[in-house]
């Protein structure tokens, strides 16, 4: 089944109050999007990028490209890391964006979303404020990356 007619189906399942939750199919091809998208990870350096490539690597996932963008203003919203995510779509060609910045209001942790090129989110992860987990950026993105995999049933295959 492909990408969108498996959205679709969940969603006319849901309107007729038959759905009971999420299937491996529907994983599947979660899955095979990420491994087939065109994918860009906006940020104002190159740091997050060469982070989510380690992890990507890990999976046999392509790597995805520095969108070289000025994601500050995306701190003004009530959702950061969303924001950045949605500045991508529009401001790139890719399938899929990898975005990362905070969760909501100051204070409330860090988010990392994937998205695809119609603000739909595939899956994420959050850590606590940095205050709190006291670990590098470097090391808090790696995790927040693996998560997020995880959580789609991705498996390590290095």
Do not use: W
């Given at each position: 089944?492909?990408?969108?007619?498996?959205?679709?189906?969940?969603?006319?399942?849901?309107?007729?109050?038959?759905?009971?939750?999420?299937?491996?199919?529907?994983?599947?091809?979660?899955?095979n999007?990420?491994?087939?998208?065109?994918?860009?990870?906006?940020?104002?350096?190159?740091?997050?990028?060469?982070?989510?490539?380690?992890?990507?690597?890990?999976?046999?996932?392509p790597p995805?490209?520095?969108?070289d963008v000025?994601?500050?203003?995306?701190?003004?919203?009530?959702?950061?890391?969303?924001?950045?995510?949605?500045?991508?779509?529009?401001q790139?060609?890719?399938?899929?964006?990898?975005?990362?910045?905070?969760?909501?209001?100051?204070?409330?942790?860090?988010?990392?979303?994937?998205?695809?090129?119609?603000?739909?989110?595939?899956?994420?992860?959050?850590?606590?404020?940095?205050?709190?987990?006291k670990?590098?950026?470097?090391?808090?993105?790696?995790?927040?990356?693996?998560d997020?995999?995880?959580?789609?049933?991705?498996?390590?295959?290095?």
């Open positions: 089944m492909a990408f969108e007619e498996s959205i679709k189906k969940a969603s006319i399942q849901s309107y007729e109050g038959s759905r009971k939750g999420d299937t491996e199919e529907e994983i599947k091809e979660i899955q999007y990420i491994r087939n998208a065109k994918i860009v990870v906006p940020n104002k350096n190159g740091i997050k990028v060469e982070v989510i490539n380690e992890v990507l690597k890990r999976f046999k996932i995805a490209e520095h969108l000025n994601t500050n203003y995306a701190d003004f919203s009530r959702t950061p890391a969303i924001s950045k995510a949605k500045i991508a779509i529009d790139s060609d890719a399938d899929l964006v990898i975005a990362r910045g905070r969760l909501g209001i100051p204070g409330s942790g860090s988010f990392l979303v994937f998205m695809d090129n119609k603000s739909r989110i595939l899956t994420a992860a959050s850590s606590p404020s940095h205050i709190i987990h670990q590098s950026l470097e090391k808090t993105v790696y995790r927040e990356t693996l997020a995999l995880k959580k789609v049933g991705f498996k390590e295959e290095m």
